[in-house]
């Protein structure tokens, strides 16, 4: 009867082990689908290729417990390119995101044409099968001379092995996940990779080939709109030479600036941060600012001096001194000729010495004018009326020998401009390239990350007292992207060194400006102090300025600024 109960005993505890075992094994199952859920859940938020590579083979490893891994990516030369080894026992970490290169050769698919099947890795790659074993040293069919030879230098034991293809929604083979050394989760010890391991990792590899394959497509389309962009920006510079580096410098600075505040941790800013999605985004915003400048007529933006149209008018005026001149040569001989006739020799030297005042008078007034036309910082009131006068005072016969008017209305428009080259209705004409910015970037139906770009690159000309264009937006109605951008712009083209009509201005000479802008309301103050305080100006400076242009700043003598 004790032998009986004792053989019930003992079989009950056999069934309750058992139990017990498949209860865990459930539960096993469960966390690892868990963790197969949540990882398909990263992978499709990762952004940063090398990142994604290195996060699937890390969760490989973690869900089927392997100690080892290789993930290989397959190329356009029909080879496996090795892209990420890691050994846990080891410490062997190669590739991703470890700044180590994996000095390995990529492995051959074809040899002579011929498949090779002898790799275990090519094998899955090219059949598109999963091959589970459990030990290389004993295994047939595959080569693992390399693994051997790796074990010898290392003192490691490869042995059970997984590969699993990474097959992506297309049913294309684009890499293979190889798993190395499963271990036992209570003993520690080499053990075989599971059919649950099997299937878990395959699923893996399913998930991370189509994760991977958006990445990819997703990168692709990102480095085609930058082109685009970039090809938008090349037809500006081609058009005109004096814009297209503004282009390209205003994004940099920009960057520059909000990195500068994103890593500021007091004051008014300190509460600014960025992601990698809004560096991005302020980036495309950078580089669109002035896609309007593809509508703005060339003789416009490139207008050095106040006559130029398509060429610089100041010849004509140099031609018409010509034929006053000759005019009034012909006008003194037949004066004299008669004079001298008549025996008034002494009235005809008199009108020699009035004719030798008009021409130095003519003279004087031709560099006048020519100096008039090169434009500067401010126009005084007298010189304006002198250009009047002049065009009042002369005449001259034009070609079909009607007398004429010496300068044109328009002429005198433009030789009468205050500052700089242009009129009130060019400047009009480059004002309106933000209007059109705007209207361009409006149209683009932006996906939700960029969805911020038309309002960061159209602001760039607005001003915090509400007095800029095209909006007239004041500060509380900006981003802190747009209002950046608004310094870069500003700040870029006092240093410039390509305009037409200018020389690129110093450090010093630039910050001063600056500080006067943040004083009358240009610029937002706080993002002022941040670009001297941070010394962004030098930074940007040191990648674009030349040697002459980096003087010495005192920041103490900055106006508006305080130390």
Same mark, same amino acid.
């Given at each position: 009867?004790?032998?009986?109960?004792?053989?019930?005993?003992?079989?009950?505890?056999?069934?309750?082990?058992?139990?017990?075992?498949?209860? !865990?094994?459930?539960?096993?199952? @469960?966390?690892?689908?868990?963790?197969?859920?949540?990882?398909?859940?990263?992978?499709?938020?990762?952004?940063?290729?090398?990142?994604?590579?290195?996060?699937?083979?890390?969760?490989?490893?973690?869900?089927?417990?392997?100690?080892?891994?290789?993930?290989?990516?397959? /190329?356009?030369?029909?080879?496996?390119?090795?892209?990420?080894?890691?050994?846990?026992? *080891?410490?062997?970490?190669?590739?991703?995101?470890?700044?180590?290169? @994996?000095?390995?050769?990529?492995?051959?698919?074809?040899?002579?044409?011929?498949?090779?099947?002898?790799?275990?890795?090519?094998?899955?790659?090219?059949?598109?099968?999963?091959?589970?074993? $459990?030990?290389?040293?004993?295994?047939?069919?595959?080569?693992? /001379?390399?693994? %051997?030879?790796?074990?010898?230098?290392?003192?490691?034991?490869?042995?059970?092995?997984?590969?699993?293809?990474?097959?992506?929604?297309?049913?294309?083979?684009?890499?293979?996940?190889?798993?190395?050394?499963?271990?036992? #989760?209570?003993?520690?010890?080499?053990?075989?990779?599971?059919?649950?391991? +099997?299937?878990?990792?395959?699923?893996?590899?399913?998930?991370?080939?189509?994760?991977?394959?958006?990445?990819?497509?997703?990168?692709?389309?990102?480095?085609?709109?930058?082109?685009?962009?970039?090809?938008?920006?090349?037809?500006?510079?081609?058009?005109?030479?004096?814009?297209?580096?503004?282009?390209?410098?205003? #994004?940099?600075?920009?960057?520059?600036?909000?990195?500068?505040?994103?890593? /500021?941790?007091?004051? #008014?800013?300190? $509460?600014?941060?960025?992601?990698?999605?809004?560096?991005?985004?302020?980036?495309?915003?950078?580089?669109?600012?002035?896609?309007?400048?593809?509508?703005?007529?060339?003789? @416009?933006?490139?207008?050095?001096?106040?006559?130029?149209?398509?060429?610089?008018?100041?010849?004509?005026?140099?031609? %018409?001194?010509?034929?006053?001149?000759?005019?009034?040569?012909?006008?003194?001989?037949?004066?004299?000729?008669?004079?001298?006739?008549?025996?008034?020799?002494?009235?005809? $030297?008199?009108?020699?010495?009035?004719?030798?005042?008009?021409?130095?008078?003519?003279?004087?007034?031709?560099?006048?004018?020519?100096?008039?036309?090169?434009?500067?910082?401010?126009?005084?009131?007298?010189?304006?009326?002198?250009?009047?006068?002049?065009?009042?005072?002369? %005449?001259?016969?034009?070609? !079909?020998?009607?007398?004429?008017?010496?300068?044109?209305?328009?002429?005198?428009?433009?030789? /009468?401009?205050?500052?700089?080259?242009?009129?009130?209705?060019?400047?009009?004409?480059?004002?309106?390239?933000?209007?059109?910015?705007?209207?361009?970037?409006? $149209?683009?139906?932006?996906?939700?990350?960029?969805?911020?770009?038309?309002?960061?690159?159209?602001?760039?000309?607005?001003?915090?007292?509400?007095?800029?264009? #095209?909006?007239?937006?004041?500060?509380?109605?900006?981003?802190? +992207?747009?209002?950046?951008?608004?310094?870069?712009?500003?700040?870029?083209?006092?240093?410039?060194?390509?305009?037409?009509?200018?020389?690129?201005?110093? *450090?010093?000479?630039?910050?001063?400006?600056?500080?006067?802008?943040?004083?009358?309301?240009?610029?937002?103050?706080?993002?002022?102090?941040?670009? @001297?305080?941070?010394?962004?100006?030098? %930074?940007?400076?040191?990648?674009?300025?030349?040697?002459?242009?980096?003087?010495?700043?005192?920041?103490?003598?900055?106006?508006?600024?305080?130390?």
């Amino acid at each position: 009867m004790a032998m009986k109960r004792s053989s019930v005993d003992t079989t009950q505890g056999l069934l309750f082990s058992a139990d017990a075992a498949r209860e !865990s094994n459930a539960e096993d199952l @469960v966390q690892r689908l868990e963790q197969l859920h949540a990882i398909g859940a990263s992978l499709s938020a990762e952004r940063d290729i090398d990142r994604l590579l290195e996060t699937i083979l890390t969760a490989a490893k973690t869900i089927t417990r392997a100690d080892g891994g290789t993930l290989y990516r397959v /190329t356009e030369e029909r080879t496996l390119r090795f892209e990420i080894v890691r050994t846990s026992s *080891l410490k062997y970490y190669l590739g991703g995101t470890t700044g180590q290169p @994996v000095p390995f050769y990529p492995i051959q698919l074809y040899k002579e044409d011929k498949p090779n099947h002898s790799m275990v890795a090519a094998y899955a790659a090219l059949t598109g099968q999963t091959v589970n074993i $459990a030990d290389a040293y004993t295994a047939e069919g595959f080569d693992f /001379t390399g693994t %051997r030879a790796f074990d010898a230098k290392t003192g490691y034991r490869s042995k059970s092995f997984l590969t699993v293809p990474m097959k992506n929604h297309e049913n294309e083979i684009i890499g293979v996940l190889q798993l190395i050394n499963a271990t036992g #989760p209570k003993s520690g010890e080499i053990v075989s990779f599971s059919p649950a391991d +099997q299937r878990l990792a395959e699923s893996l590899a399913s998930q991370a080939a189509i994760a991977l394959t958006n990445r990819m497509l997703i990168n692709q389309l990102e480095q085609l709109f930058e082109s685009f962009i970039n090809m938008i920006n090349s037809a500006i510079d081609e058009k005109s030479p004096y814009t297209g580096g503004h282009c390209q410098r205003v #994004p940099v600075l920009t960057m520059l600036l909000a990195e500068a505040v994103n890593d /500021t941790s007091d004051g #008014p800013l300190s $509460a600014f941060r960025m992601t990698d999605k809004d560096r991005y985004e302020l980036k495309i915003a950078g580089l669109l600012h002035d896609c309007g400048k593809v509508t703005t007529p060339v003789h @416009v933006v490139d207008k050095s001096t106040k006559l130029e149209t398509i060429y610089d008018r100041i010849h004509l005026l140099d031609t %018409r001194f010509e034929v006053v001149k000759r005019d009034l040569e012909i006008a003194l001989l037949k004066t004299q000729q008669a004079l001298i006739g008549q025996g008034k020799r002494m009235e005809a $030297a008199e009108e020699e010495r009035r004719y030798r005042d008009r021409l130095r008078q003519l003279n004087d007034d031709r560099n006048f004018l020519r100096g008039c036309n090169i434009g500067g910082e401010r126009m005084r009131d007298e010189d304006i009326e002198r250009v009047r006068r002049i065009a009042r005072h002369y %005449r001259w016969r034009d070609a !079909s020998g009607h007398e004429a008017d010496f300068l044109s209305d328009d002429e005198v428009l433009n030789l /009468t401009i205050r500052a700089g080259t242009l009129t009130e209705d060019e400047r009009k004409i480059i004002n309106h390239h933000i209007v059109a910015t705007i209207k361009m970037l409006d $149209a683009l139906p932006w996906p939700k990350h960029l969805a911020n770009v038309p309002e960061y690159a159209g602001g760039h000309h607005e001003r915090m007292d509400g007095k800029g264009y #095209p909006k007239g937006l004041t500060r509380e109605q900006m981003s802190v +992207q747009a209002r950046c951008m608004g310094i870069a712009d500003i700040f870029e083209a006092l240093t410039a060194k390509d305009r037409p009509y200018k020389k690129g201005k110093t *450090l010093s000479e630039s910050l001063e400006i600056l500080g006067k802008f943040r004083l009358n309301g240009h610029i937002d103050p706080d993002l002022f102090d941040v670009f @001297v305080r941070r010394k962004v100006y030098l %930074r940007y400076a040191e990648l674009f300025l030349d040697r002459e242009q980096i003087d010495s700043v005192d920041e103490a003598r900055i106006p508006g600024y305080q130390t």
